[in-house]
């Protein structure tokens, strides 16, 4: 079996609400759909995400990388040689979205040509994950309002609260929702680097009385002094994400003791790196959760699978919810969450993605 051909179709989804965190605002989902063909007719998918403030990819220079750098090199490699594939991708720096699509596209090949889900070829530990809603930030009452109706609808009781560089705003709303939920409810924090290490050291007493389990990258990711200063402050762990999208990073992170858990991002690494990543916090004592990626149902189901492979992401909360803040989705049947968690469907092989043909030609954005 030889891979034939590797297309980029880029399509564009509608929000149904613009979705604001610190690193901006995003009204539409704007992605790359990544396809791997082989000669025997079997096809993996993959979704990209264009994030210009988290990747500094667009949708043209996703189709572009595959188009000029990777697919010409792809094609011809047998599609379970996984080690000639990372030297591909690691022949191109960057296009981290690129190369994590291409990657988890070649998995839902593989478990395609053998028949089986790729859940159950990469361990298979869990058949559901504790979905978090990921709040987005604005006036408390409206944002607990939108963590009420998550609860009433869903059953979802783990939220993560978006800081942007104000630790008292965050505080307030921190306080009402565990007055809201009680103390049973999940609640952590993402600063996407907001904070200075100042302000984030004054507010880590009050963010453990409350409970919060987590503080993720509270500040650059490149202020390692600062970052230092919170993990030795004590009280709550922090979350790395961007200061650890690497095993190499994550290493740094991990062993220098300026994190004690990471977010595990499928969408950026691949499956192949996030397997690596979450191998080494295993061996280093460290939590790893699934954070959202802004995935349509696409990267949620394979982020799903993912997730509920690996014990150590299995028994964690996961970011799987962001697909339905979208109009529309381009598979045949998007995820369902119920009683606060999503499930893998270990019926369908490889991924558990069935790409809707009649809607991706209707949001595709290449015609
Ligand atoms: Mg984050």
């Given at each position: 079996?030889?891979?034939?051909?590797?297309?980029?179709?880029?399509?564009?989804?509608?929000?149904?609400?613009?979705?604001?965190?610190?690193?901006?605002?995003?009204?539409?989902?704007?992605?790359?759909?990544?396809?791997?063909?082989?000669?025997?007719?079997?096809?993996?998918?993959?979704?990209?995400?264009?994030?210009?403030?988290?990747?500094?990819?667009?949708?043209?220079?996703?189709?572009?990388?595959?188009?000029?750098?990777?697919?010409?090199?792809?094609?011809?490699?047998?599609?379970?040689?996984?080690?000639?594939?990372?030297?591909?991708?690691?022949?191109?720096?960057?296009?981290?979205?690129?190369?994590?699509?291409?990657?988890?596209?070649?998995?839902?090949?593989?478990?395609?040509?053998?028949?089986?889900?790729?859940?159950?070829?990469?361990g298979?530990a869990a058949?559901?994950l504790r979905v978090t809603?990921?709040?987005?930030?604005?006036?408390?009452?409206?944002?607990?309002?939108?963590?009420?109706?998550?609860?009433?609808?869903?059953?979802?009781?783990s939220f993560k609260?978006?800081?942007?560089?104000?630790?008292?705003?965050?505080?307030?709303?921190?306080?009402?929702?565990?007055?809201?939920?009680?103390?049973?409810?999940l609640l952590y924090a993402d600063?996407?680097?907001?904070?200075?290490?100042?302000?984030?050291?004054?507010?880590?007493?009050?963010l453990a009385?409350?409970g919060v389990e987590l503080l993720e990258e509270p500040?650059?990711?490149?202020?390692?002094?600062?970052r230092?200063?919170i993990a030795?402050?004590g009280g709550i762990a922090i979350m790395a994400d961007e200061s650890a999208r690497?095993v190499?990073k994550a290493a740094l992170q991990l062993t220098a003791g300026s994190a004690r858990a990471l977010s595990i991002k499928p969408?950026?690494s691949?499956?192949?790196?996030a397997a690596r990543i979450v191998g080494l916090a295993r061996g280093l004592h460290s939590r790893t959760l699934i954070g959202s990626?802004?995935?349509?149902?696409?990267?949620?189901?394979?982020s799903?699978?993912f997730g509920a492979a690996f014990e150590s992401t299995a028994g964690e909360p996961a970011e799987l919810?962001?697909?339905?803040?979208?109009?529309?989705?381009?598979?045949?049947?998007?995820?369902?969450?119920?009683?606060?968690?999503?499930?893998?469907?270990?019926?369908?092989?490889?991924?558990?993605?069935?790409?809707?043909?009649?809607?991706?030609?209707?949001?595709?954005?290449?015609?």
């Open positions: 079996m030889k891979i034939r051909a590797v297309t980029a179709i880029p399509f564009v989804l509608p929000y149904l609400h613009p979705f604001h965190m610190a690193s901006g605002t995003v009204t539409e989902a704007a992605h790359v759909l990544i396809s791997i063909e082989t000669d025997d007719g079997l096809v993996g998918v993959a979704e990209a995400m264009s994030r210009s403030m988290i990747y500094g990819e667009s949708q043209a220079s996703i189709v572009e990388a595959v188009r000029a750098w990777f697919a010409p090199a792809l094609v011809g490699l047998d599609p379970f040689a996984t080690e000639s594939a990372q030297r591909v991708l690691r022949a191109v720096v960057a296009n981290e979205t690129a190369k994590g699509a291409i990657d988890i596209a070649l998995h839902d090949l593989r478990g395609k040509a053998v028949g089986q889900p790729t859940w159950r070829l990469l298979a058949p559901s809603r990921m709040l987005g930030m604005g006036e408390p009452a409206e944002v607990v309002a939108s963590a009420v109706e998550a609860n009433q609808t869903y059953g979802i009781d609260v978006k800081i942007d560089a104000d630790m008292s705003a965050a505080l307030v709303l921190l306080e009402a929702l565990r007055g809201q939920f009680g103390p049973d409810a600063a996407n680097q907001s904070l200075s290490a100042e302000a984030a050291v004054a507010g880590l007493g009050r009385e409350l500040v650059p990711a490149t202020d390692f002094v600062g230092a200063r030795a402050a690497t190499e969408a950026g691949g499956f192949t790196e990626q802004g995935d349509s149902a696409i990267g949620t189901i394979t799903t699978t919810d962001y697909y339905l803040g979208l109009k529309d989705q381009i598979v045949t049947t998007a995820p369902v969450i119920s009683g606060g968690r999503i499930s893998v469907d270990p019926s369908i092989p490889g991924n558990g993605v069935v790409i809707d043909d009649d809607k991706l030609a209707h949001y595709r954005a290449d015609v």
